[in-house]
């Protein structure tokens, strides 16, 4: 993990590994994520705490993941049925 991550970073570190927990974590491809190492690096990646990309792509994949989260559109979300229409 990053060496000092946000408070944004680590709630959306926690969503999707609590994601992963539950079986509903998906791949780019669309299949079901099952190696927790791959589940580390999505976290990470989507919540912009790599280590192995620049500052700014880190910033754009958190912004990314802040906004997919405000319109309900992750896994968690849908499945709580809470997608807004």
Do not use: C, D, Y
Request: hydrophobic letters at 25%.
């Amino acid at each position: 993990m990053a060496q000092h991550e946000t408070k944004a970073q680590k709630e959306v570190v926690g969503r999707v590994m609590h994601e992963f927990k539950h079986g509903e974590l998906e791949s780019s491809r669309g299949g079901k994520v099952k190696n927790r190492k791959q589940a580390v690096a999505i976290a990470l990646e989507e919540a912009g705490a790599s280590k192995f990309e620049s500052p700014e792509k880190n910033r754009e994949h958190l912004k990314k993941t802040k906004e997919k989260e405000r319109h309900g559109e992750t896994a968690m979300q849908q499945k709580e049925g809470r997608k807004k229409h």
